[in-house]
């Protein structure tokens, strides 16, 4: 999947594509298992390097129930997308949505786009009629972002985590499939 945009209203275009994980993410991967700096407000104390290796091994991060697609720019690594299913009631399965971009392409209109686009792809591809993103308070980006990628605020997950010494409450977006379409 391809978009040139012009984020800054000047003559820099920016070539956004996902693509399925292949071997050489697996450093990355590896990285945001024990890597506080990268994964900022998500961190939740370290996990398992190697399990990035056996999941790749096992459905190249394309499950039925969730995986993870790389974010392009310019042909260059910039982060990921990841989607997993959750449920309500019982014939109510919907994605839940996440990103982590690399610092140095945060802030350049790439987050809010790749989720525009992460959403467009779930809906063409799977029946779901809901597409689901967390964020905390605090992460500014990631609510704008969001909004940008049409999502709407849903309310405070109360107590929702367990994050740096203390519960925490969470913000719940949506964008249902009959949702305004955005243009990325
Ligand atoms: C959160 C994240 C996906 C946002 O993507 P991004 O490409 O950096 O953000 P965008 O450039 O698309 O910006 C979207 C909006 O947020 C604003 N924004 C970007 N960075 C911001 C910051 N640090 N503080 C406040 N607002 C910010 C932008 O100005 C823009 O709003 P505007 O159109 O009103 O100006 C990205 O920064 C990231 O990967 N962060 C680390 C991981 C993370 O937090 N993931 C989400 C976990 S819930």
């Known amino acids: 999947m391809a978009h040139a945009v012009d984020p800054f209203g000047q003559a820099e275009w920016m070539d956004i594509k996902m693509r399925p994980a292949e071997e050489g993410d697996l450093p990355l991967f590896r990285r ?7 994964v900022g407000n998500d961190w939740h104390g370290f996990s398992n390097a190697r399990a990035p290796e056996r999941r790749f091994a096992e459905d190249g991060y394309l499950g ?16 990921l997308l990841s989607w997993g299913a959750k449920q309500f ?20 209109g790439i ?10 792809y779930l809906f063409e ?26 999502f709407q605020l ?16 969470g913000l719940l977006f949506s964008r249902l499939r009959t949702d ?3 243009a990325w």
């Open 154 to 169: 849903e309310g405070v997950i109360r107590a929702a985590e367990f994050r740096a010494g203390q519960w925490r409450d």
């Open 111 to 120: 987050g809010w786009r790749a989720q525009a686009m992460m959403c467009d």
């Open 32 to 38: 945001m298992a024990v890597d506080r700096d990268l």
């Open 64 to 79: 039925a129930d969730g995986g993870r697609l790389m974010i392009d720019v310019d042909g260059e690594t910039a982060g």
């Open 125 to 150: 591809h799977t029946p779901v009629q809901r597409i689901q993103a967390g964020t905390q308070p605090e992460n500014i980006a990631e609510q704008k972002s969001l909004v940008k990628a049409g």
């Open 180 to 182: 305004p379409a955005v």
């Open 89 to 108: 009631g019982p014939n109510s399965r919907h994605w839940e949505i996440g990103i982590l971009l690399l610092p140095e392409f945060r802030g350049r």
